[in-house]
């Protein structure tokens, strides 16, 4: 049996204060193209749910549903965007999901997921880590090649296909939980 391995709602609260307090908040995952998208998804709001071994999901766990009846082997988590809108207006930033965390009557030792769609018939909602060593800042850019629209900038590969990017064009920066 593997393990859920993803940081607590405490470890995230202490990682993301040291950030800008007006960036919105994504995850990113691969979509699974021959491209390497880095599909991104905004972090609209934080619901509680339970996560399972599978092997419908590129992470090894999926998120249950509401029907699913809750097994002794399923894991409690803190899902960072379970409703999925790619409305990217409707991002929280920073300041709103430290006060979202904080307001929380729950203990801060549950893991944080997030999800996103693993394609299948089955409509598999795909439990996906939160990984604190890869918190960065992205910039992104709307993508046919995302189930979400929306994927991140390669920008090491626009330099070099494009040669120089002009950096005066104004790009928003996001802030990236995976």
């Not at 909602?125 to 992205?138: F, G, H, S, V, W």
């Not at 900038?153 to 920066?173: C, H, K, L, S, W």
Request: proline share 2%.
């Amino acid at each position: 049996m593997r393990t859920f391995q993803s940081p607590t709602l405490s470890e995230l609260l202490k990682e993301i204060k040291c950030q800008d307090d007006d960036m919105k908040v994504v995850n990113c995952c691969d979509f699974g193209d021959r491209s390497g998208t880095i599909q991104v998804t905004p972090v609209t709001g934080i619901s509680f749910g339970h996560v399972r071994e599978s092997g419908y999901s590129t992470s090894g766990f999926k998120i249950l549903k509401e029907e699913d009846e809750i097994q002794d082997t399923d894991i409690r988590v803190v899902i960072l965007n379970h409703h999925n809108s790619n409305d990217m207006d409707c991002a929280l930033t920073i300041t709103d999901l430290v006060q979202l965390i904080e307001s929380l009557d729950e203990g801060l030792n549950i893991p944080v997921t997030f999800a996103t769609d693993y394609g299948d018939h089955f409509n598999t909602i795909q439990a996906n880590p939160c990984i604190l060593r890869e918190i960065t800042d992205i910039a992104i850019k709307e993508s046919c090649y995302s189930d979400s629209g929306w994927a991140v900038i390669d920008e090491d590969a626009e330099r070099e296909e494009f040669g120089e990017i002009d950096d005066d064009d104004e790009v928003e920066r996001y802030l990236s939980l995976s």
